[in-house]
């Protein structure tokens, strides 16, 4: 049975990316209302957003760090504020890294499990009350396939795919 996605409001980070811009393009197809959240590089953000106006979409960006807390606990607010309610959460923003374990930074560390990990967390967290009014409440978070096997040279981003992964069966 397929579900119909017309006028439902859609939240989404990384959507200035490969899989990203392809998703908004599936949902602008399919009539949603569309928040294009977070992303260090507004010029792929207008792109998605551009082309997405092609299918009759208006969409609403927020450009902003989503590593910066306070544009995350105001970004959700503002999105149900403009849409008058959000339906779904896609947390598709994410970052690799690859290099040998023993190489590897902290400060590496850091910025993926915050990408990866920690703005899905926040974000569920921010978007919870909103969805709880929804008929068609959805949170979908981007793993990868490393979340179920590991890959050398990629110790980090496959524990932040894999805590990603257990935080979303959990939730």
Do not use: W
């Not at 017309?6 to 490969?18: E, F």
């Not at 899989?19 to 928040?35: F, P, R, Y």
């Amino acid at each position: 049975m397929k579900v119909s996605l017309k006028d439902k409001v859609v939240v989404i980070t990384g959507a200035g990316g490969g899989i990203g811009s392809a998703i908004c393009e599936g949902l602008a197809k399919e009539g949603a209302k569309i928040a294009l959240c977070g992303g260090n590089n507004m010029e792929k953000l207008s792109l998605t957003a551009d082309m997405i106006r092609k299918y009759g979409a208006e969409p609403y960006v927020l450009h902003g760090d989503l590593t910066d807390m306070d544009f995350l606990n105001t970004c959700i607010d503002n999105i149900a504020h403009h849409f008058g309610r959000i339906d779904i959460l896609i947390n598709n923003a994410g970052i690799a890294h690859s290099a040998p374990f023993e190489e590897t930074k902290m400060e590496d560390f850091d910025r993926i499990m915050n990408i990866n990990v920690k703005v899905p967390f926040v974000l569920c967290q921010k978007v919870l009350p909103y969805l709880r009014l929804s008929n068609h409440a959805t949170i979908i978070n981007i793993a990868s396939v490393v979340a179920h096997k590991g890959y050398v040279n990629q110790a980090i981003y496959t524990a932040s795919k894999h805590a990603l992964h257990g935080f979303t069966k959990s939730l």
